[in-house]
């Protein structure tokens, strides 16, 4: 069954140095019927296990995203290591694995092609990490009508991201990365159920 996505919110997180801890904190905070898909892009090398060290005791659906795949509500998506990510006519496509471009996957890349697919619709959530990756795509979510929710620099394991937003860009949250999720939660609510 295909979601609602073209009617609802959709949610791209960026995270990098010290992101798995403030990522595991947010979701923790999710409920299993999300009504968004939820797209995770954290700096890491094409061998990284991200979507193994997130499954450990998550209730949540999560899985490593594949190229063109359809988003579904309630589903927790992982960009691959080192691969770049953009939203395109309701899917997400994948580049090869990138091998020396600077930040790999490009928080910045997703968060403006989540801008332009989805609009007011879309929320860039950026955690911690080191540099300011995130901060331009931040930006341009904010332009196109969407909101950015930055976790609070002190709850950071690296607080360069996150200030880096706040200080350029007009975050609608500053919160722990608990509270992020408790104010996805609200904001979003849950998915409706299926048909039987």
Known sequence: MTSHTEQGFVVAIGASAGGIKAIRALLSCLPANLGAPVVIAMHSEPSSNLTEVLQIRSPLAIKRLEDGEALRTGQIYV??????????DGRVRLSEPVRDSGFRPSIDGLFMTLAAEYKEKAIAVVLSGTMNDGTRGAQVVYDMGGQTIVQNPEDATFESMPLSVILMDHPQQILSAEDLGSWLDETIGTAPPGPA
């Open 79 to 88: 960009v691959p290591g080192a691969t770049h990510a953009f939203f395109r």
